[in-house]
């Protein structure tokens, strides 16, 4: 078995990465690491979740590092206007303190829960994990595991966890509501015209 560090964003997203990895050959220890959660009490939610889960599975955890001020004046001031390098900069602080976890404990190789969601920007947050681990001298194993995003929101909510209806950050809690929004507007407008025709 080769002992990877498995970075996590919340427990849902951890579930299908770590059971493929495993399958690989992998054996995962879990790295927390996400001060970009807003607000605390959100952030600490996903946190027990994943406490909670791993504890369930026998999986180690590590409760990493979490510079909620550095992500207030690296990422915050980037804002709503450019998605990509607000939130190429937000997976590039927290990836660099999971590879600074990796290479101090001994690991060889690391991976990403983040780019499980299809909401997440894939390629970019790929190309950040194999520069950061290129840097630290670890191997980032890269899988796209959005085809298991479905099984993963199948199995979470048999599990009875908690699932979150945004990525983590103020920008994205708004940016969520809004498309909530647009949906709903939109559904609405569509059942109106069936109404009329
Ligand atoms: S949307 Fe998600 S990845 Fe992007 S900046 Fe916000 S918390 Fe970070």
Same mark, same amino acid.
């Given at each position: 078995?080769?002992?990877?560090?498995?970075?996590?964003?919340?427990?849902?997203?951890?579930?299908?990465?770590?059971?493929?990895?495993?399958?690989?050959?992998?054996?995962?220890?879990?790295?927390?690491?996400?001060?970009?959660?807003?607000?605390?009490?959100?952030?600490?939610?996903?946190?027990?979740?994943?406490?909670?889960?791993?504890?369930?599975?026998?999986?180690?955890?590590?409760?990493?590092?979490?510079?909620?001020?550095?992500?207030? =004046?690296?990422?915050?001031?980037?804002?709503?206007?450019?998605?990509?390098?607000?939130?190429?900069?937000?997976?590039?602080? =927290?990836?660099?303190?999971?590879?600074?976890?990796?290479?101090?404990?001994?690991f060889t190789h690391?991976?990403?829960?983040?780019?499980?969601?299809?909401?997440?920007?894939?390629?970019?947050?790929?190309?950040?994990?194999?520069?950061?681990?290129?840097?630290?001298?670890l191997t980032?194993?890269?899988?796209?595991?959005?085809?298991?995003?479905?099984?993963?929101?199948?199995?979470?909510?048999?599990?009875?966890?908690?699932?979150?209806?945004?990525?983590?950050?103020?920008?994205?809690?708004?940016?969520?509501?809004?498309?909530?929004? =647009?949906?709903?507007?939109? =559904?609405?407008?569509?059942?109106?015209?069936?109404?009329?025709?």
């Amino acid at each position: 078995m080769t002992r990877l560090l498995l970075h996590a964003c919340c427990a849902p997203c951890s579930l299908e990465p770590t059971r493929l990895l495993m399958e690989e050959g992998f054996e995962p220890t879990i790295c927390w690491t996400n001060p970009n959660i807003q607000p605390a009490e959100e952030h600490d939610r996903r946190l027990c979740e994943l406490r909670r889960w791993c504890a369930l599975e026998g999986i180690p955890l590590i409760e990493a590092a979490e510079d909620y001020a550095r992500w207030e =004046r690296g990422v915050a001031p980037i804002g709503a206007l450019d998605r990509r390098r607000r939130c190429r900069a937000c997976y590039a602080l =927290r990836l660099a303190e999971a590879c600074r976890v990796a290479e101090r404990e001994g690991f060889t190789h690391i991976a990403t829960t983040l780019a499980v969601s299809p909401y997440q920007l894939f390629d970019t947050c790929n190309e950040v994990l194999e520069r950061l681990a290129s840097a630290h001298g670890l191997t980032s194993v890269i899988r796209d595991f959005r085809p298991w995003y479905p099984e993963a929101t199948r199995r979470s909510r048999e599990l009875g966890m908690y699932r979150q209806n945004y990525c983590g950050c103020r920008f994205s809690a708004a940016e969520a509501a809004l498309d909530r929004a =647009r949906l709903r507007d939109e =559904r609405k407008a569509a059942c109106a015209r069936k109404k009329e025709s």
